[in-house]
């Protein structure tokens, strides 16, 4: 009889486990992803920023700060749509939190240069802007000048990954 109720609990146990196994199976029929942590070379970059939305820059200063750590090259950011008006003097106050997330990546070396066909598209002239910003001829080219002298192309759309996750399964989601 002992050795009924052993084999029982076995049997229950593996059954337990190939369930498992098959819903584990089931959720992931492609094995499970690799990790490759590595270092990368001294690259220089150009994010392409064109945001119609202020805020959306937010998200520009996040991309930027967690590309400059690990490339350790030269930053640009071409800035040419019209989300320039956070860069003018006259909008300090209204946009100060952006507008000094933006200076701190120019003081740890970020270049920040703006087109002037969209300055003037917006009604601007060149000197309204804060000095951390540089004018240039145009915003297109100036990328493709930079792509020429090396630098790899970022267009940093404004979406974050944060939380997305939940959207499928909000009860994974710790309070």
Known sequence: MKRLCVLAVMCVVALGMSHAAMAEEELSPYGTSKT?????????????ANYTEPKDLNMLYAFVKNTMKPLKGKMVVVTHGPEVRVFAKENY???????????????AGVEFRMCHNALRAAGYKADDFHGFVTVVPAG??????????GYQYINPLPYSPRDVRYLDHPELKKD
């Open 140 to 149: 297109f080219p100036e990328i493709a000048y930079l792509q020429s002298k």
């Open 36 to 48: 490759d942590l590595h270092e990368y070379p001294t690259i220089d970059a150009v994010f392409d």
């Open 93 to 107: 106050v209204r946009y100060q939190g952006i507008a000094d997330k933006m200076k701190e990546l120019s003081d």
